[in-house]
């Protein structure tokens, strides 16, 4: 099938194109970009008017959790990739922190064959870091390689052991692999719920001080510059963070950064009457973190942008703040985050959408995130300002637990497509 898209606005943050123009897809790859044409390719057996809205490379998420295998309830691949095709996701990576724990080549190959088998986004799978997630004993990070396995990563649980960890990035860079760390010092951040500070303490409840994540990622960081390895240090919550990660740039290190699309949004009074929906790890920080974050965002210094999505049942969250799980569903809100940057913030459109399409593919040097001739035509049309109420009975996720339950958004997915085929399209009720 040849498709072409025309009369659109076409935004390539690779390239810097923001300009009028059509796209012409043939056999599921893009064909042809034509900057300021407005009728349909000649060539093509189907046409689609776009009516000047926005048409962009399809999102690409670095960390999703499913619940499958073993916590069906909470997720599958296939209602993940529906939520995530919903909310313009076309690629993303699931995370290992199953049961059983992928943290094997047999699981490895589940997940790509399940993948195929029931979801219509493109699945990666990330492999454990450490066998069962326990940081004890390195898992085999060369057969998951080989089998498939995008990055490496020990999930929520930093590994301990600075020696096993060391040892994991070793093999990592020798394989040229890439880990993931969440930058956490668990003596300090301990039983910690939410943002350490006045806040916490009003609220009666313990918190979780930044200085874990700095100690965190200094470790990490210090270890990806002895050892030459590929590091994701994922979830940054603070600017200052991100200047350790600066600094070790300035000296040749290979990390890189990750923040999740609700840590922009959100600061810790939205926690408001102890909201569970809120309860997420790394938690939201004070608004002048927030501000901080989002001046490094306009800066480029995030190199990704997630939708952490972390789906949980309504019986883990509907308990006392303190038991409540950590984690947020957030496959079909991450676009209307960064828009409300754009909107609110002064956040250029194209730098919005950056860290969601052409940096996480360079990142994993995937073909896909930009409007290119010869990459498979993975692609979102969408309306920046077009506004709408996140309502979570509506979300497509099989776990519904948003913080951005009946907040009002702006921009929306209106058809998504993968390999030049329409695998949402969004019908509003009359």
């Known amino acids: 099938m040849s498709l072409s898209i025309h009369n659109a606005r076409l935004l390539d943050p690779a390239t810097g194109l923001d300009a009028p123009g059509a796209v012409f897809i043939d056999k599921g790859r893009i064909k042809h970009v034509a900057q300021g044409q407005s009728g349909a390719h000649a060539d093509a057996k189907e046409t689609l008017d776009a009516g000047g809205l926005c048409l962009a490379p399809g999102l690409i998420d670095l960390r999703v959790k499913t619940g499958e295998p073993g916590d069906e ?10 939520a995530a095709l919903a909310g313009g996701v076309t690629s993303f990576v699931v995370m290992p922190d199953t049961r059983p ?10 997940i790509k064959e399940r993948a195929r088998e029931t979801a219509k986004a493109r699945i990666y799978p990330a492999g454990a870091l450490s066998v069962g997630l326990q940081g004890e004993l390195m898992a085999e990070i060369g057969l998951m390689a080989d089998a498939g396995a995008v990055a490496f990563t020990n999930g929520d649980m930093p590994i301990a052991n600075a020696s096993i960890m060391k040892r994991a990035m070793t093999y990592a860079a020798s394989r040229g692999a890439i880990v993931m760390s969440r930058p956490d010092d668990r003596a300090l951040s301990g039983s910690g719920v939410m943002n350490a500070g006045a806040f916490a303490a009003r609220f009666g409840l313990s918190g979780m001080p930044v200085e874990a994540e700095w100690i965190g990622a200094a470790r990490d960081v210090m270890l990806a510059e002895t050892t030459g390895c590929r590091l ?5 919550s603070t600017a200052r963070t991100l200047d350790i990660l600066a600094g070790a740039r300035d000296r040749g290190a290979k990390v890189h950064a990750t923040v999740a699309a609700h840590t922009l949004f959100f600061n810790e009074r939205d926690v408001g009457d102890y909201l569970t929906y809120c309860k997420v790890n790394p938690p939201f920080r004070d608004e002048d973190t927030r501000q901080g974050l989002i001046a490094a965002l306009k800066r480029g210094e995030i190199d990704a942008v997630v939708s952490a999505h972390d789906p949980q049942p309504p ?12 984690g947020a569903a957030g496959l079909e809100t991450t676009l209307a985050a960064l828009m409300s940057l754009v909107h609110d913030a002064g956040l250029p459109l194209l730098d919005a959408l950056a860290p969601v399409t052409c940096r996480p593919a360079d990142l994993l040097g995937l073909p896909q995130g930009r409007l290119k001739s010869g990459t498979p035509a993975d ?7 077009k506004p709408w109420l996140c309502v979570r009975e509506d979300l497509r996720s099989r776990s519904t637990n948003s913080p951005f339950d009946g907040r009002r958004l702006q921009g929306r997915i209106l058809r998504t497509f993968v390999g030049g085929e329409t695998v949402f399209d969004f019908a509003p009720a009359p």
């Open 379 to 385: 692609l979102i049309l969408f309306d920046p300002g």
């Open 232 to 236: 994701v240090v994922d979830q940054v």
């Open 73 to 82: 309830q909470k997720e599958t691949l296939a209602t993940a990739s529906r």
């Open 101 to 110: 724990t992928i943290d094997d080549v047999a699981l490895v190959r589940f």
């Open 315 to 326: 019986e883990e969250k509907r308990l006392p703040f303190g038991e409540a799980a950590f």
